[in-house]
């Protein structure tokens, strides 16, 4: 194997000491997997992108231990949980050390008096809650991406939840968590002495600062977590209607109606609709006049439920909304983690199957804005098709992120058939995402609710979205990582190590 100059044996043996040998791999193909994020990946450039080494370290201490040593020699480190995260959070840029935390997928504590566990940063969420199952409590954190993202990769996006509308998203679950610095040093981020309290006023908020950092400040190792009753009911009524203009005047009312077991709704427009129709063997076809639909989610105990959900209907159905009863409403809601679990969606192109694979846009986009960015998205992504066969529009999605309605998580699927990309439609791409980008934020919005803005593209933006907080972030980066070896080139933070520090004077 060759291995970065920084990388040679005295390191490689240093790291072997404490982790033995069998977790430090060097193999090509473990170092190529842990390259590799969901789609869109420029395959033609996966080489660029390869680690020098990949640890899976076991304990807070090993981790400690491997970053002090990436430290010394000034190694790039990047830290990488399941591998979902669709921003190139956990891809390196830098090549350096892969630092796998999925090892560390233990259940430490349960607390039923408290209502908390503690866990290790690699369980993922599905295996957690098949074990709290029998004390009747959930962890109710339910990203799409449910079964494969883990608690590591959900502090390090500072997630988003499907039924967020109910139960908070990951910085509301989290309570808090052991972190391990730049330096090594691995200090207990959260509110309180202990472990466990959801509320202090006591110092900074360190705990949103080490979140959503997507592994630039460093890698969290242990999590203390919220845990709730398991809901006794679920209740997800899907609704279709004629056009979006109905579709979207009925998710804004029952997301501001105040029904305290509303856990959220998602409105699917008239390009999703005939997406699923052409190309989505799962879903249950739809009549020809449906041409965009809404469902609802509402979870508690079974007379709470009950009520709310009255409400609920006979909010949809002022609107003119027609319910498509309980097989289509439970079949939908309970596919809602396999949906996109197959990266490659077959598509027929002139009688052929081409592969094509899925990827999601998202933003945080206020309720009154969002017809408008709807149609300016699909513009864009419009002109791309007109370019470039290789690009498809699967549609929209958009789903409530507060009980109140007052902003959405909005998504544009863009179907792409990764194996034709090239350094032009490449670029193309990458120009699509930033002007997408560039429409969310002209519409007071943000760049992403959900997955983080450093890909190619939207990048360039983020200095325009957060302006002075920015320049807050540069000068935090460079305090807590002095060397720069906490996954290098993510959100543009080099500039924070040049001689101006980034100010640009
Ligand atoms: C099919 C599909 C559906 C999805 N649906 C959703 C959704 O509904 N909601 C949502 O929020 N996201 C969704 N995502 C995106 C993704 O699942 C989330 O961003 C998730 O939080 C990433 O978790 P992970 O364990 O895979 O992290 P990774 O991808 O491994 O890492 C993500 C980022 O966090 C950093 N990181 C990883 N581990 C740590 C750690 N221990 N400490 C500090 N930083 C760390 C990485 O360096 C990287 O920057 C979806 C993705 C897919 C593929």
New binding site residues.
Partial sequence: MTVAPQLAEPVLDDLRQVLGDEHVLTGKAARFNRAR??APFPVHRWAERVPDLVVLPGSTEEVSEVVRIANAHRIPI??????????D??VPLRRGIVVD?KRMNGILEIDEVNRTCTVG?GINMLKLNEVLAAYGLIYPDD???YP???V??????S????IGSRYGH?RDLVLSFD?VLPTGKVIHVGDGAGRKLSKSSSGYQLKHLFMG????L????EATLKLFPKPEAELSPFFAFPDYDSAYRTVGELARAGVATFAGAVLFDEWKVDYLRRDDEAYIPQPADVRALVCAVAYGYEDEVIAGGRRLMRIAKENGARYLGDEVSEGDWAARHD???TPLHGRVRSGQVVPMS?HCEDAAINYSELPQVRLEWHEIVRRLRERFDMFDDWGMFTYTSANTGVDYLTEIDVGIWEQRLDDESWAAWVRAKRDIAEVALRYGGSISA???S?REGEVDLVPQELGGGYDVMLDVKRAIDPNNIM?PG?YGLDRAYEPDGGSGS
Wanted: aromatic content about 8%.
């Fill in positions: 994020v969901p990047v830290p990488r949980d399941g591998g979902t995260g669709l921003t959070g956990a935390v940063a990203p799409a991406s494969c993202s883990l590591g990769g959900r502090i390090g996006t997630g988003w939840s499907l990951s972190f950092h997507q592994g630039t460093g890698i969290a190792t949906r996109y679990a899925w959900c997955h983080g450093c996954n993510k």
